[in-house]
């Protein structure tokens, strides 16, 4: 089943900071989070791994509850190069280790 | 350079006219994939394989066939018994279920 990602679209201006959410129904193994701009391939950003842990890279960082079965993606001082599209995907703990991605969500940041 | 390559990267058939898309990658990865991304959609899993001649069925194997010979290669035949084929086609790979690279896609259309 697919994660379900909320807000399914955002607008920013440059600086300002955003939260993207990923939950699933399922208990999970991992989370993956991915950026992809338009016409083009997604890019990777970050892994979470059964753990409950944090990870950060440059100004972007995320969250993994296991417990809740959700993780959040954190933006912080968005830049304009930090518009796209954000997907989460999702490994469910099980015998099916498959990526289940979500619908994604639309960031657009604006000068 | 290490990476994915898939070609073409546009493909116009007929319909009723199967149809194979090439991905090949050199970097040593085990796994590979398949997905299909339709306008404003998520990344939805046709196939991957986890190994040399060996593969799985996704969430929409339907109308789709790939192989799996060589670990540098996994292409994908979309079949005449596809009824909507017309769509971004991306492929992926990963060591195991670490991060996913993904190839440039190919944007096939059916007239």
């Known amino acids: 089943q697919q994660p379900v990602q909320s807000p399914q679209a955002v607008i920013l201006r440059e600086g300002e900071d955003a939260v993207i959410n990923c939950s699933s129904s399922?208990?999970?193994?991992?989370v993956h989070w991915y950026r992809q701009k338009h016409g083009e391939a997604p890019v990777f950003l970050m892994i979470?791994?059964?753990?409950?842990e944090q990870k950060g890279h440059d100004k972007i960082s995320a969250s993994f509850n296991e417990k809740k079965q959700q993780s959040s993606l954190y933006l912080t001082a968005s830049q304009l190069s930090y518009s796209g599209t954000y997907f989460c995907?999702?490994?469910?703990?099980?015998?099916?280790?498959?990526?289940?991605f979500g619908s994604g969500t639309q960031l657009t940041v604006l000068p | 350079d290490g990476g994915i390559t898939q070609s073409p990267k546009y493909l116009f058939r007929k319909e009723g006219q199967n149809v194979t898309l090439s991905c090949e990658q050199n970097?040593?990865?085990?796994?590979m994939y398949w997905y299909r991304q339709d306008p404003g959609q998520g990344l939805r899993l046709i196939y991957y394989?986890?190994?040399?001649?060996?593969?799985q069925k996704g969430d929409i194997a339907e109308g789709y066939s790939v192989s799996r010979e060589k670990k540098e290669s996994f292409p994908l035949t979309v079949t005449s018994a596809q009824k909507n084929p017309t769509a971004f086609y991306l492929c992926?790979?990963?060591?195991?279920?670490?991060?996913?690279?993904f190839g440039p896609g190919t944007r096939l259309t059916v007239l």
């Open positions: 399922k208990a999970l193994y991992s």
């Open positions: 970097l040593n990865h085990d796994a």
């Open positions: 979470l791994l059964k753990g409950g």
């Open positions: 995907g999702t490994v469910s703990s099980g015998s099916a280790r498959q990526l289940t």
């Open positions: 992926a790979s990963s060591r195991g279920l670490h991060e996913q690279f």
């Open positions: 394989s986890q190994i040399v001649n060996d593969f």
